[in-house]
C-alpha cells in the first residue's frame, strides 16, 4: 500500500520533472529546464519566498505562544477555567482548515467583523479588503495559520510541562527564582523536544501548505499570496504543464528535508 501509494506517485513526480509533458499526449525529455525555470521564473521561487515568510506565522509566533500560554496555565490549577481554556485552545485543530479559511474571509471581508470591531475602537481609517490588499493579503494568510497551529504548540508544550518534575520549580523557588527565572532556568531547557516538535510539524505544514490560501485567496491579489502548493495546482490542472508542476513539487520536497533535517539533528546534539 505504501509503495503504491506513496512511493511510485514519487517516483513518477521526479520522472516527469524531467519532460515537457501536458499530462495526455507525448512527453518530450527536457533535461533540467523545469528545474531552470523554477529558479528563473520570478512568479515560480515567488512563491517559495512567500512560502517561507509563512513560516513565521505557522511556525515560529505559534510555537512562542505556545510556550507562553503553557508557562502560564501551569500557574493555574487545575479546575474547570484550565480544562475550558485548553479545549477552547484545540478547538481550531479539529475544525476542517476549509471550513476555517471559508470563516476566515468572512471576518476579513469589507463589511466582516475584523473592520466593524475597528470601526468601533475609533480605527476607522485602518479598514479595508484586508485578503484583497497586496500590502496585507499575505500576513492576514499567515494570522490564519497562526490561529490553528497555536492550540496544537499549546496542547504539546502543556503534556511536555506535565513531565517536568515538580521537585525542580520547587528547588527554583528556594534559590529565590521568580516566574521569569523559573521559566528559562527550568521549563525552556526541559521543553526540547515539544518545541522540536511543534518547529517541524508547523514548518512542513507553512512549506506545504495549500488549503487555507486556495480557499482564502487561491495566491491572490495578483501572486501576492501564491504558494507553491497553489501553484503546482495550478500548473498542473489549469495550465497543463505537468512537467514544469512535477519540478517545483521536487524542489519543495528538497526544501522541507532541508528545513526540517537540521532541526532534528539539532534536537538530537542538544540531548
Known amino acids: 500500500m505504501y509503495a503504491g501509494f506513496v512511493l511510485y506517485p514519487l517516483t513518477q513526480t521526479v520522472r516527469y520533472s524531467f519532460y515537457d509533458w501536458n499530462g495526455i499526449g507525448a512527453a518530450t525529455w527536457v533535461g533540467t529546464r523545469n528545474f531552470a525555470t523554477v529558479f528563473n521564473d520570478p512568479q515560480l521561487y515567488g512563491s517559495v519566498l512567500h512560502a517561507f515568510q509563512l513560516v513565521i506565522f505557522f511556525s515560529f509566533v505559534p510555537v512562542a505562544l505556545g510556550l507562553l500560554i503553557g508557562a502560564l496555565l501551569r500557574g493555574l490549577k487545575e479546575g474547570r477555567f484550565t480544562t475550558v481554556a485548553r479545549t477552547v485552545l484545540f478547538l481550531p485543530q479539529i475544525i476542517p482548515l476549509v471550513g476555517a479559511a471559508i470563516a476566515w474571509r468572512w471576518l476579513y471581508a469589507q463589511d466582516g467583523l475584523v473592520n466593524q470591531a475597528l470601526g468601533w475602537v475609533g480605527l476607522g481609517h485602518l479598514t479595508r479588503g484586508w485578503l484583497g490588499d497586496f500590502g496585507t493579503a499575505l500576513p492576514a494568510v499567515g494570522l490564519i495559520g497562526c490561529w490553528v497551529a497555536t492550540g496544537f504548540c499549546t496542547v504539546l508544550m502543556l503534556s511536555g510541562i506535565a513531565r ?38 508547523t514548518t512542513i505544514a507553512a512549506l506545504a501548505s495549500f488549503d ?48 526540517a533535517l537540521p532541526i532534528q539533528l539539532l534536537n538530537r546534539t542538544s540531548r
Open 164 to 201: 517536568i518534575e515538580p521537585a525542580l520549580y520547587e528547588a527554583a523557588q528556594l534559590d529565590g527564582a521568580g516566574p521569569v527565572r523559573e521559566f528559562f532556568a527550568v521549563t525552556l531547557p526541559n521543553l526540547r523536544h515539544e518545541i522540536t516538535v511543534a518547529l517541524s510539524v
Open 212 to 259: 487555507i490560501v486556495y480557499i482564502a485567496t487561491q495566491g491572490g491579489p495578483g501572486y501576492s499570496t501564491m504558494v507553491p502548493g497553489v501553484q503546482i495546482v495550478r500548473l498542473a490542472f489549469t495550465e497543463n504543464n505537468v512537467g514544469l508542476a512535477s519540478a517545483l513539487a521536487v524542489v519543495l520536497l528538497l526544501l522541507v528535508f532541508v528545513v
